[in-house]
């Protein structure tokens, strides 16, 4: 079975950190680029940061350069997204999947699985 599990979601307070986690099982995570995606409900799904498989360049979306950071732990077949300065609109369910450069999020496929919550509020 072919899995990424997304863990580390909770509520904060705004200016508050998270660290998130995207687990593979089934697969070798070396292999793929893997970003994560986020989407709020009434929004539409934006791509939020991928890193490289091949020499781990990264990418971030614009709305959250400066705060957020990608990093991949290839030992132990896991990228993180370390969240810093949260703000409430970064409020959404966060989604690990294989990315590329441009942060495309359109994809339709089957390879979404249920993400976790990010809630920052007062």
């Known amino acids: 079975q072919l899995q990424l599990v997304e863990s580390g979601g909770g509520l904060v307070q705004p200016g508050g950190s998270l660290r998130l986690s995207c687990a593979a099982s089934?697969?070798?995570?070396?292999?793929?680029?893997i970003g994560w995606f986020r989407q709020a409900p009434g929004k539409e799904r934006e791509g939020v940061s991928c890193?490289?498989?091949?020499?781990?360049?990264?990418y971030y979306a614009d709305s959250v350069k400066g705060r957020f950071t990608i990093s991949r732990d290839n030992a132990k077949n896991t990228v993180y997204l370390q969240m810093n300065s949260l703000k409430p609109e970064d409020t959404a369910v966060y989604y690990c999947?294989?990315?590329?450069?441009?942060?495309?999020?359109?994809?339709?496929?089957?390879?979404w699985g249920q993400g976790t919550q990010v809630t920052v509020s007062s």
């Open positions: 890193i490289s498989s091949s020499n781990g360049s990264t």
């Open positions: 089934g697969f070798i995570l070396d292999y793929y680029a």
């Open positions: 999947r294989a990315c590329s450069e441009t942060l495309y999020s359109d994809y339709d496929d089957d390879y």
